[in-house]
C-alpha cells in the first residue's frame, strides 16, 4: 500500500529564510506526486505536481519541489519565505494503477512565519 | 459555480444518529471524491465517482457509511448510527476527468461533530 511521510510537523521560521520541507513516499511503481497548501481558514489548494519529465517542478508563489526517485523523496523548496507562507502543507500521492486515481496524503506540516 | 462547495459548514449531531453530507462538485467535472480529515492526520480517502457510479469505495470504513451522485453531478455522504470516532471534516473533491494526472479541487469541508 501507498504511504506518505513528512517528517517535520511544525516548522517556524522568520522572515527571508529558506525552506524545506521533507516527504518520502512508499510504492514502487509509478507516481505523480502534488503537494497540496492550506491557508489559515481556507480550503486545500494545489501548489504543483508532479507527473513526468523534469524532476524540478515549480508551482505558484515562487515554491517548488525535486523529485529523486532513488530516494522516494519530493521535498518542497522556497528560498525565501514570507509571512504569508504560514500554512499547512501537504505531500500527496496517487499510483497508476487501474481505476485508483486518489490522493495519498502526509500527515502535513505546519509552517509558521515570524515577521 | 466557481468551486467546490460543501453543505452544511459544521454538522453536530449526537451518537447513534443519520447525517447526510452535501458537495457540489464544480460544473462539468466527471470524477468526484470524498475524504476524511482527523485532527492532526492528513485527508485520508473515502470513495471515488467517475460519473454516476462509484468507481473505488475501497476508502469506506465500514458499512456505515455509503454515498451516492444519482445525476452525475451533487453526491451526499451518508453515515448511519454515527459514532464520536467519525467526527472529523469531510472533504469533497472533484476533477475534471477523472484522469491520474488531473488536479484534484477542494471543498471547503463539512466539520462534523459527534458527541
Known amino acids: 500500500a501507498q504511504s506518505v511521510s513528512q517528517h517535520n510537523h511544525h516548522v517556524i521560521l522568520s522572515e527571508a529564510a529558506s525552506l524545506e520541507l521533507g516527504c518520502n513516499y512508499s510504492y514502487g511503481g509509478t507516481v505523480n506526486l502534488f503537494w497540496y497548501v492550506q491557508y489559515p481558514g481556507q480550503h486545500l489548494q494545489l501548489l504543483l505536481k508532479?507527473?513526468?519529465?523534469?524532476?524540478l517542478v515549480k508551482g505558484i508563489k515562487g515554491f517548488e519541489a525535486e523529485f529523486i526517485k532513488s530516494k522516494f523523496s519530493f521535498n518542497l523548496r522556497k528560498p525565501s519565505v514570507q509571512w504569508s507562507d504560514t500554512a499547512e502543507y501537504f505531500c500527496a500521492v496517487n499510483a497508476w494503477r487501474t481505476g485508483a486515481n486518489n490522493l495519498f496524503f502526509g500527515t502535513g506540516t505546519r509552517l509558521t512565519v515570524i515577521p | 459555480g466557481a468551486g467546490v462547495s460543501q453543505t452544511p459548514s459544521n454538522k453536530v449531531t449526537e451518537k447513534g444518529k443519520y447525517v447526510e453530507l452535501r458537495c457540489d462538485p464544480i460544473s462539468g467535472h466527471t470524477a468526484l471524491y470524498w475524504y476524511r480529515q482527523s485532527l492532526g492526520q492528513g485527508p485520508e480517502f473515502l470513495i471515488y465517482f467517475q460519473g454516476t457510479g462509484a468507481a473505488d469505495d475501497s476508502g469506506l470504513p465500514n458499512d456505515r457509511f455509503f454515498a451516492v451522485r444519482p445525476e452525475g453531478s451533487v453526491s451526499t455522504l451518508k453515515i448511519q448510527r454515527t459514532e464520536r470516532g467519525d467526527s472529523a471534516v469531510y472533504l469533497c473533491?472533484?476533477?475534471?476527468?477523472?484522469?491520474?494526472?488531473?488536479?484534484?479541487?477542494f471543498g471547503p469541508g463539512t466539520r462534523l461533530t459527534v458527541l
Open positions: 508532479y507527473f513526468s519529465g523534469d524532476p
Open positions: 473533491a472533484s476533477s475534471q476527468l477523472g484522469a491520474v494526472t488531473d488536479t484534484q479541487y
